[in-house]
């Protein structure tokens, strides 16, 4: 089942209210959106986690009915909750627990051949609010934790549980509904909040747009575009006309990769080895960087991969063959400042009947590693780029 995280869609609305301009009404609106977010986020926690879910409107749970003519809604939920006002799910179980849940994933999979975007685009959001990328969420202690408790939210924000039924028998029956007019608002305002902030990320100076800050923007920016798409597909299954409402021209997540992919060839990384016998560790850095989509650059560039090639003797005894070990050490540094960004070592040991023989099968050895091992480290740190703001 698709997995949209009620954390996105309270961390995006937060930073929209720090943004928001003053007024009552404008605070009013907020207030009951927020409400919605912490009614909705607060149900679903209780109900995935095995408990009894609260009443949407923070007040006790809704008391199940038990035994006599089953209500109507069981069979029919759209002749309680009417397709104009709601939409509605029901699900059941041999426990009330059990029957809720089944409800909640019923109701989200109504919207599941609308919603494209992938789980993962929603954790990395986490990430990047939990570990601060996004600082106006990461004020509010409150806020982070509610984030970090509801990463693996199997339902939307905004689904409540409305009706509980027991038949007496051993089956319990639950609802689970959205109402549309609140839903519509919610995500609307989720949207136009998305909206800002992107503006706000892409609007590089051009003196920084090709390093890796630059595509550490663009890297957010392409991310909160996906939540986007989820976003404006489910206002699409509300269908209150709002989805009309919402700009025509928004960019999705691949337009803005397709904009890194150009900053990245533009970004020189130069390379230095120490020790490099033939330049092979360089060549099997410059390929990995060159395959990444970096430019391969020399000792000027904004971005230099420092790296030293050691070679130890090993003395194993009664062993005729000679061993050494190898030992690269890289870092790759901000040429402007001398930090290191990313910190890479390979190391093992080889042998052969002669030192010549053992140091040209460690090299061997080197070159395959950091060809099989780099890129993927180099993809983490850039990834990760997005998440930690660092």
Not at 360 to 389: C, F, H, K, M, P
Request: aromatic share 6%.
């Amino acid at each position: 089942m698709f997995k949209i995280s009620p954390l996105i869609l309270v961390c995006l609305f937060f930073m929209g209210c720090q943004s928001a301009g003053p007024g009552p009404k404008n605070n009013q609106a907020q207030d009951d959106v927020a409400a919605l977010i912490a009614s909705a986020s607060a149900g679903i926690d209780s109900v995935l986690a095995g408990s009894r879910a609260p009443a949407p409107s923070g007040g006790t749970a809704p008391a199940a009915r038990s035994g006599g003519t089953p209500p109507r809604w069981v069979t029919a939920p759209e002749s309680v909750y009417d397709r104009k006002t709601y939409i509605s799910a029901v699900g059941y179980g041999d426990n009330r627990d059990l029957a809720e849940r089944r409800a909640l994933a019923a109701l989200t999979a109504i919207f599941g051949q609308s919603i494209q975007s992938e789980v993962r685009s929603a954790t990395v959001y986490s990430e990047a609010v939990i570990n601060g990328a996004i600082t106006s969420a990461t004020e509010n202690n409150d806020l982070v934790n509610l984030i970090k408790t509801s990463v693996d939210m199997d339902s939307l924000v905004g689904a409540e549980i409305k009706d509980l039924w027991f038949d007496g028998t051993g089956a319990y029956y639950a609802a689970a509904v959205m109402e549309r007019a609140k839903t519509a608002a919610l995500y609307k305002d989720l949207i136009n909040t998305n909206i800002r902030l992107i503006n706000d990320l892409t609007a590089i100076p051009e003196g920084e747009k090709y390093t890796l800050e630059g595509l550490r923007k663009l890297q957010l920016a392409a991310i909160i575009a996906d939540a986007n798409t989820t976003f404006l597909n489910v206002l699409r299954v509300v269908g209150d006309g709002s989805a009309g409402n919402i700009p025509g021209n928004l960019k999705t997540g691949n337009d803005y990769r397709l904009e890194m992919a150009d900053i990245t060839k533009n970004i020189p990384i130069g390379i230095l080895v120490e020790n490099d016998p033939r330049d092979r560790i360089r060549g099997a850095f410059s390929a990995v960087i060159t395959q990444a989509g970096f430019r391969s650059g020399g000792v000027n560039s904004p971005y230099l991969l420092k790296a030293q090639v050691n070679m130890i003797p090993v003395d194993l005894p009664n062993n005729p063959n000679k061993f050494v070990r190898y030992v690269v050490d890289a870092n790759l540094e901000d040429a402007r400042t001398g930090n290191v960004l990313l910190p890479f070592m390979v190391d093992g040991r080889e042998g052969h009947l002669s030192i010549p023989e053992a140091e040209n099968r460690a090299i061997r050895a080197a070159e395959a590693e950091i060809r099989e091992t780099y890129g993927q480290v180099l993809d983490a740190y850039i990834s990760r780029l997005s998440s930690s703001g660092k």
